[in-house]
């Protein structure tokens, strides 16, 4: 066993089915196995939860892939936090509400058995909102914060559908410049009865809250970011640099406890799901209805009420190396970032991967698995042993254009809608 430099933690999560690894790592004892007396607490929400892993009150915590990238970089919080670990890939759903949907419908491709086709653009949302705008209504729409994937992947909907989702200034942080639709910061258990309420129309979250819209009979969910973009990244475990630099064994420790958790989440085709649906529905975890959370966490997704669809892989935890901290899913977030308004200047092919190397660490990772295959614990062929941190590029996309991570300003020029080169939001418009 590794010689600890500190044994006692305390890790903070967010109530959503991707803190599952910390879950299933503290229940099935993965934890103790390496000497770690761990305690998990919820988080009001995700400024909160990332304040404490800064401040020092969290030593590390269920995260936003953005929020490390955004502390990094100082946007909002400066803050150099890193992640050995990303937690899962998919996860997360477009919901709208039973009013949008039926305006929706008419411009929805139909299977031959009658149900809607999948993947569905938000090309046939498009109508919708330009019928709110005609009557002079804003059309909103939740997402979780600010530096989420949830924003950007809405965001990728809405523009891939040919709809403007707004722009970020360093004056105005709203995200709400130009927007046809209006983005605004709703936390995940909140969603369904924000939408309910009618303050918003639909929104883009982790589960089991799209499920929650179908149970409750309010809202159904029209794509899953799986469908949106095929084992796209999701959350990671973020830590301080300087906690990982003062406490190097503890974080190995720590990285392998979590990779033995996603492989139990995935190993013999999701054997153990139910018992982790179990786990996740206590009220120290989910504590949503199994019920609920069984939906997705099961290999299945319902849409409309009873129409339940095969989505295997709608919650990945190890296959697919989901477990390992790709320098290309950072450049992702931060191409997103900067095509949005977030990164309000333009910046070198360099510097998008120099940033990616400061925060994800394949190195502590590759350490962890290391040792778990010496100890048995893990097979040698799960672990990409030889990557450079680049996945191949990747065209299994809503919208088809192609994202390679080594050359982030090409793939942001590419994108139809979004800040190009070297332009700028000044005021209300785009400039350059």
């Not at 503290?26 to 103790?32: K, L, N, S």
């Not at 469908?227 to 830590?239: A, H, M, Q, S």
């Not at 333009?346 to 400061?358: H, I």
């Not at 809503?398 to 020029?413: E, L, M, V």
Request: with cysteine.
């Amino acid at each position: 066993m590794l010689d600890l430099e500190k044994d006692e933690l305390k890790f903070g999560f967010i109530k959503l089915t991707d803190m599952a690894p910390l879950a299933v790592a503290y229940e099935q004892g993965f934890f103790e196995d390496e000497g770690l007396y761990v305690t998990l607490e919820a988080q009001a929400n995700w400024k909160v939860l990332l304040d404490g892993v800064i401040d020092g009150q969290l030593d590390g915590a269920h995260m936003l892939a953005g929020q490390p990238l955004a502390a990094t970089i100082g946007y909002g919080t400066k803050a150099h936090i890193v992640t050995p670990f990303s937690m899962d890939l998919n996860g997360n759903a477009i919901t709208v509400s039973n009013e949008v949907w039926d305006e929706m419908k008419p411009h929805v491709p139909i299977m031959e058995d009658g149900r809607p086709q999948h993947p569905i653009s938000a090309s046939s949302l498009a109508p919708v909102v330009q019928s709110y705008r005609d009557a002079g209504k804003p059309f909103n729409m939740g997402m979780v914060f600010p530096v989420s994937t949830h924003n950007y992947e809405l965001r990728y909907w809405l523009a891939a559908g040919g709809l403007e989702p707004g722009y970020y200034s360093p004056q105005d942080v709203s995200g709400q410049i130009g927007a046809q639709v209006l983005l605004s910061v709703t936390p995940p258990p909140q969603m369904p009865a924000t939408m309910e309420a009618g303050t918003i129309s639909g929104y883009c979250v982790g589960e089991p809250w799209n499920q929650q819209a179908v149970f409750k009979g309010i809202g159904v969910p029209v794509i899953t970011d799986y469908e949106l973009w095929k084992n796209n990244p999701e959350k990671v475990f973020g830590l301080s640099a300087s906690f990982v630099e003062e406490n190097p064994n503890t974080t190995t420790a720590i990285t392998k406890a979590l990779i033995r958790a996603a492989i139990w989440l995935d190993e013999n085709d999701n054997a153990n799901r139910e018992e982790a649906v179990e786990i996740l529905s206590r009220s120290e975890y989910v504590g949503a209805d199994a019920e609920v959370i069984a939906n997705s966490m099961t290999g299945t997704f319902e849409y409309e009420k009873g129409d339940v669809r095969e989505v295997p892989d709608f919650n990945v935890f190890f296959r697919y190396n989901a477990t390992y901290p790709f320098y290309s899913d950072a450049i992702w977030y931060l191409t997103q970032m900067r095509r949005w308004g977030q990164i309000a200047e333009p910046q070198t092919d360099e510097w998008f991967v120099e940033t990616a190397k400061s925060v994800y660490r394949p190195d502590i990772y590759l350490d962890a698995a290391k040792m778990l295959v010496d100890e048995g614990m893990a097979n040698e062929a799960d672990f990409p042993w030889d990557s450079d941190g680049f996945k191949p590029v990747t065209t299994d996309v809503i919208d088809g254009i192609a994202y390679d991570g080594r050359t982030p300003n090409a793939y942001i020029d590419s994108l139809p809608i979004g800040l190009k080169g070297a332009q700028k939001v000044v005021g209300n418009k785009i400039e350059g």
